[in-house]
């Protein structure tokens, strides 16, 4: 179903001259193609692989196992996107979790968190009374501060602590002690799902379904969407305006207006002839912060993990199956220390895991009785300096080390995998075009937040080049699956299109 309606030939594209092209069909790229096609433009989208979605896609890798393959929750997409492109009649179905969160421990307790108010005072509790009682504090604070000098402030259960501080260094090389970590906490907690805040749900079908949803949308409006058509090259004027795109297959397609929905680097490094954009320009791209410590692995099981402090043993789902499940952070020291050996060059010896099993929900994922489930993974260096991820025997001893630890929590995981999928930084930079493995197309520090993003002076979505737009995750309001920045382009290319005619 994933590749349905969509054309891999680039004949067509050839034959006229566009009003608009596209370069990539992640939900961000898509999200602009439709907007502007609703506009009455005509816009082509090119996607390098034979897959729509960039990093919100599904893909069938073990015969019955749907992966969510690199993102893998949704809560960010804007609601008055979900409302404009009704992405609901366009097959979008959100799955809410609640609770929303387990974090088990090794000395046989638990903490799970969730909507109900409740049930988190109830389970912190367990912790700490006046933890449960600070739990309803504003998240303010977090803007500046390092994660770890908020939450200690805050509260004095580490579990709850570390539990929190795992959305504050989520896709990102930094430490709960790093000065605006918090932002990305904040980052993580201001989405919602069907009106209800800070709520994050599965989709029916997988992360695919979103990109599926906004392209049958961008369809309908009459975008027309390529896949297999590798962009090499912008193509520029003589006036140094765009002219279009050359493909790898040497194609060339024609437009005055080019978005791209690539990471900056990708864009004005690879794909912007040299000796066009400003020297200074260039120097603040080339070196922005683009480093991650994520793998993803996504994994087919034939039995749930029994968790030994759930005192439980039945097959079937449980509330701590349902949300996030976080394995192998119970302090935040143990966070830090393990972003400490990556930044030294090794793997966490003991890897941060967020664990998810979407599968519980959304039965349209797996075969009757088995289940998929999705590791993100901290933290992974780039280039371990013990070993290469190019070498399978590597790879496997890393994947085994997050495996083993789960086994510590759920006793027998690790012989309940039928197979799995495992993507490294250098494999999200090459399958899914994410310079250096960054999730978020470029890091979210303090320094490439909102005017600073992607780079000081270039926030609007426009760039040097004229004609040439940018329209993901690495602009304003930055990473996450959440449409903004695609949404935002295209009606700034709306704007300046206005300007030009009167």
């Known amino acids: 179903m994933w590749r349905r309606s969509f054309t891999s030939t680039t004949s067509a594209l050839k034959e006229k001259k566009w009003d608009a092209l596209v370069i990539g069909g992640g939900h961000n790229g898509l999200t602009a193609a439709a907007y502007l096609a609703r506009a009455g433009l005509s816009v082509a989208v090119l996607e390098r692989r034979h897959v729509i979605g960039g990093a919100a896609v599904t893909e069938e890798l073990i015969p019955g196992f749907k992966f969510s393959r690199c993102s893998y929750l949704q809560s960010l997409l804007r609601p008055s996107l979900i409302k404009e492109l009704e992405l609901a009649r366009h097959g979008l179905k959100l799955l809410k979790r609640n609770p929303s969160s387990f974090t088990p421990c090794l000395d046989g307790r638990y903490l799970l968190l969730g909507p109900d108010k409740q049930l988190n005072h109830s389970e912190i509790s367990k912790f700490s009374e006046r933890d449960a009682d600070a739990f309803v504090r504003e998240f303010v604070d977090l803007l500046l501060s390092p994660a770890s000098k908020v939450l200690n402030k805050w509260f004095e259960t580490d579990v709850l602590k570390a539990t929190l501080a795992t959305d504050a260094v989520i896709g990102t090389m930094s430490s709960v002690h790093t000065p605006g970590s918090g932002y990305v906490l904040l980052h993580h907690v201001m989405g919602e799902t069907d009106g209800n805040p800070g709520i994050w749900s599965y989709v029916e079908g997988g992360m695919g379904s979103v990109s599926m949803a906004i392209s049958s949308a961008a369809r309908e409006a009459g975008a027309h969407i390529v896949t297999r058509a590798e962009v090499s090259q912008l193509m520029i004027n003589d ?141 992974t260096p780039y280039k371990p300096s013990d070993g290469s991820w190019m070498d399978p025997a590597y790879r496997d001893s890393f994947a085994n080390r997050c495996f083993s630890l789960i086994d510590e929590y759920a006793p027998g995981f690790s012989s309940s995998i039928i197979g799995y999928d495992m993507l490294t930084p250098p494999d999200l930079e090459r399958e899914i075009g994410l310079t250096g493995g960054n999730i978020f197309h470029g890091a979210m520090g303090l320094d490439s937040l909102f005017l600073m993003r992607p780079v000081k002076g270039w926030s609007n979505y426009r760039t040097p080049l004229q004609g040439l737009y940018m329209c993901g995750s690495g602009t304003h309001p930055g990473g996450g699956v959440m449409g903004a920045p695609g949404r935002n382009a295209a009606g700034i290319v709306l704007q300046d299109l206005k300007k030009s005619l009167n």
């Open 239 to 379: 006036s140094g305006r765009v002219n279009g795109v050359q493909l790898a297959d040497g194609a060339q397609v024609h437009s005055s207006i080019v978005l791209s929905n690539a990471t900056p680097y990708k864009t004005f490094m690879d794909l912007v002839p040299g000796n066009i954009l400003p020297d200074d320009f260039i120097l603040s791209i080339k070196h922005s912060d683009y480093s991650s410590g994520t793998t993803k692995i996504n994994l087919a099981v034939d039995k749930l993990p029994q968790f030994q402090c759930c005192k439980l043993s039945h097959p079937d789902p449980g509330p701590q199956h349902v949300g996030t499940i976080h394995i192998g952070s119970e302090s935040m020291e143990e966070i830090h220390s393990a972003c400490q050996e990556a930044v030294n060059g090794l793997p966490s010896r003991r890897p941060i895991i967020e664990m998810t099993i979407p599968s519980v929900l959304d039965k349209t994922i797996s075969p009757p009785g088995n289940h998929v489930i999705n590791l993100f993974i901290q933290y």
